[in-house]
């Protein structure tokens, strides 16, 4: 199973920009599907974004389409989340996450269920 660990969080200005980086230990990394999810404070864990394992197939929340990009670098077990436009309701802890299941046959990859690994979570504050 891999570990993950974020980084890339912090407190920007409404408008800006930032990358989440998830970096995966473990050699099978390049066979998980891998996931963004975020929670802000009261709330549940809410599905961000997702990617394949070969990266050729993603999927969004319809609330971030347009503003996020999900992207990963196998050959440096890596895994990223570019956010633009930046929007105070974007504050929240977010969770990299893998999964070793078929997400995409049925699109599945919503529910935090489906995956089971999970970073320690980075914070983003956005600031009004």
């Known amino acids: 199973q891999v570990q993950l660990v974020e980084s890339g969080g912090g407190l920007v200005q409404a408008g800006g920009s930032l990358r989440l980086s998830c970096a995966a230990s473990?050699?099978?990394?390049?066979?998980?599907?891998m996931g963004w999810f975020r929670q802000a404070p009261g709330k549940g864990r809410e599905f961000v974004a997702a990617?394949?394992?070969?990266?050729?197939?993603?999927s969004y929340a319809d609330s971030v389409k347009g503003r996020f990009a999900i992207s990963r670098d196998n050959a440096k077990n890596m895994v990223y989340l570019r956010i633009d436009s930046l929007l105070p309701e974007d504050t929240a802890v977010y969770y990299c996450?893998?999964?070793?299941?078929?997400?995409?046959?049925?699109?599945?990859?919503?529910?935090?269920?489906?995956?089971?690994?999970w970073g320690q979570g980075t914070q983003v504050t956005v600031s009004s």
């Open positions: 990617i394949s394992w070969r990266g050729g197939r993603t």
């Open positions: 473990g050699r099978t990394f390049s066979s998980y599907n």
């Open positions: 996450a893998g999964s070793t299941y078929n997400l995409w046959d049925r699109w599945s990859g919503s529910s935090p269920s489906r995956y089971n690994a």
